[in-house]
Nanobody, 125 residues
């Protein structure tokens, strides 16, 4: 089964940048959709971005368009989330997710069957 481990979270001032990494098991990126979600206390996990390797398409939540970029390195079995121009409202635990479910929406948590443990991102003013 697929195992996912996030890293790269931390504390940054508003306007700064962070790059999150998600190390995944081998043989995932060819047929899996890889996504990033975020969650704050008392709220549901919300989609941030996903990448569908087989079709070469990406998706971004409106709140992060133009600021965040999802990418991957198949040789390293790693997906990245580059976060620029960070805002205090970006503060959350960020989760990496993988999906082998093809006939589903990948903007919801139910569309994924593998999850990482999460990494904290805190943006100060």
């Amino acid at each position: 089964q697929v195992q996912l481990v996030e890293s790269g979270g931390g504390l940054v001032q508003a306007g700064g940048s962070l790059r999150l990494s998600c190390a995944a098991s081998e043989r995932t990126f060819r047929s899996y959709t890889m996504g990033w979600f975020r969650q704050t206390p008392g709220k549901e996990r919300d989609i941030v971005a996903y990448i569908r390797w087989s079709r070469g398409n990406t998706y971004y939540a409106d709140s992060v368009k133009g600021r965040f970029t999802i990418s991957g390195d198949n040789a390293k079995n790693t997906v990245y989330l580059q976060m620029n121009s960070l805002k205090p409202e970006d503060t959350a635990v960020y989760y990496c997710a993988a999906s082998s479910l093809y006939s589903t929406s990948h903007t919801y948590t139910g569309g994924y069957n593998y999850w990482g443990q999460g990494t904290q991102v805190t943006v100060s003013s």
